[in-house]
């Protein structure tokens, strides 16, 4: 990845450093009103409709809705636009009546794992546990990563440099301020991301109108826009599954579930913020299509940056600089603030801890937080990075959640029916290079598969890892 260097580099250093700075100084001056753990939990059950809808829409459209539609898009066409923008809000529309739901049974819920805790059984409580912070910090090191690519590309910056900034910055304030904080500091990121974004879409509509049409695309690439395109189709419905399944095990909603005033709240907001991220993830996504019809050597993780900043306009680079930090440090600070509170509430049932576990999710996090920054001055592929975390959730969506709309369940069961899936799933999964997976490449030659199989292995991992849980349903152990 080369840099355009539009941004020196003392520049982006200095920004992001004004940018985060601020960030703690207003989060900081906030949490003071607000104090004690219900608060740093569930923000004392007490938020209103539009502090909420802000805060979902916020914290759902981190960094990586930058850069994973558009690259998403340059290989699965107009299919994985449409299956990550319906994969991103479904989450929301579900939560819509499991949340209300789940408030009216477990009214003093404060985790999803303590739910399931309470409903299915400690083996399937730790499991999830495990699922849900594996994920978690997958999802923090590919917003970091996305973050720090960004102002690479910008400017040079090394990797390690943004990094460092980033999640040092995020620590201090969500740490200290729990999700009051993390609420607060959404609701001015969401003011910000609307306002860049309605610019970034108008200039790019404005100055690049004869290329944002589907014939130009036609033109240049119809395979993107096929009915008959396979792989439209895997693509389209291998995002869905996969975006929609890892944001139901996100602690960040279902804290935000919880801090609704009412049931009533929750509904509205939910709704709102399902119509609203439809169509940014869409346009996102779509502006790969047209970046990647203009140009087919482009590096996919910025193919939106690539056509936003065609001609390397300076305002245009500052604004994108902005819209790159304030979205990683909204989902930055709420993925903290979803992994401590999940330690907090359930780690005296994992973790025999003599001392304070506020103290102790702290330091977890502080360690998490090394690991995060040591990944991310890597610079491996967002995109993979989360295709990867989706996978270990896919396998247990369909068996954990059903069971809420179930009187009985067989916790032995659903236990095994997920391990099944997960191994099925990960048998498949691809390679980095998307080439090759265990069984298909390194158990079986490639030569002795049919293509449309060794062409679809993302799509049939997800599809196994989601659909073959379900198979173990009935079956006895």
């Known amino acids: ?34 104090t004690g753990l219900n608060n740093y939990l569930v923000a004392n059950r007490s938020i209103g409709t539009f502090s909420l809808t802000t805060s979902l829409v916020a914290s759902a459209l981190g960094a990586w809705v930058l850069f994973g539609p558009a690259s998403a898009a340059t290989w699965g066409g107009i299919g994985a636009v449409i299956g990550y923008s319906l994969g991103a809000a479904f989450p929301l529309f579900v939560l819509i009546d499991l949340g209300q739901k789940l408030r009216e049974k477990y009214p003093e819920g404060k985790t999803l794992t303590e739910i399931i805790k309470l409903k299915l059984g400690n083996s399937l409580f730790k499991l999830t546990l495990c699922l849900s912070i594996f994920y978690m910090t997958i999802f923090l090191i590919a917003e970091v990563t996305a973050v720090s690519t960004l102002i690479k590309y910008l400017s040079g910056t090394e990797l390690s440099i943004s990094a460092f900034i980033i ?42 109108i004869s290329s944002f049409s589907i014939s130009f695309i036609k033109e240049n690439k119809p395979d993107l826009l096929s009915a008959k395109n396979f792989t439209n189709f895997t693509a389209g419905l291998t995002f ?13 909603n279902w804290q935000r579930v919880y801090a609704a005033k009412s049931s009533l709240v929750l509904k509205k907001s939910l709704i709102i913020s399902f119509i609203i991220i439809i169509p940014i993830v869409f346009l996102l996504g779509y502006t790969g299509l047209i970046a990647v019809s203009k140009n087919s050597n482009i590096f996919p993780d910025l193919a939106f940056f690539t056509l936003l900043l065609e001609n390397q306009t300076i305002l245009l680079s500052v604004l994108t600089f902005f819209l790159g930090i304030s979205l990683t440090i909204s989902s930055i600070d709420t993925l903290i603030n979803a992994i401590s509170s999940v330690i907090v509430v359930d780690g005296n049932k994992v973790i025999k801890y003599k001392g304070d576990y506020l103290k102790l999710s702290k330091i977890i996090l502080i360690l998490l937080s090394i690991i995060t920054f040591t990944v991310a001055s890597k610079g491996l592929s967002i995109l993979y990075l989360f295709l ?36 099925g799933g990960l048998l498949f999964f691809p390679s980095p290079d998307f080439t090759k997976s265990i069984i298909i490449g390194v158990i079986f030659p490639i030569e002795y598969v049919p293509v449309f199989i060794s062409q679809s292995l993302l799509f049939l991992s997800f599809l196994i890892a989601t659909f073959l849980p379900v198979v173990f349903w009935k079956i006895k152990f």
């Open 240 to 252: 869905f599954i996969a975006v929609a399944a890892t944001n139901l095990f996100h602690q960040g």
């Open 1 to 34: 990845m080369e840099s355009i260097n539009i941004i020196s580099k003392f520049s982006a250093i200095s920004l992001t450093l004004l940018i985060s700075i601020f960030f703690i100084l207003v989060g900081i001056y906030y949490s003071k009103k607000f």
């Open 388 to 423: 990867l975390a989706d996978l270990f959730c896919c396998a247990a969506v369909a068996s954990i959640f059903f069971s809420f709309y179930k009187k009985s369940n067989d916790e032995r069961n659903i236990f095994i029916s997920i391990l099944a899936g997960l191994i």
């Open 167 to 208: 999640i040092t910055t995020s620590l201090i304030y969500t740490l200290y301020g729990g999700l009051r904080v993390s609420i607060f500091t959404d609701n001015i990121q969401f003011l910000i991301l609307f306002f860049l974004l309605l610019i970034s879409f108008s200039f790019l509509f404005y100055f690049n």
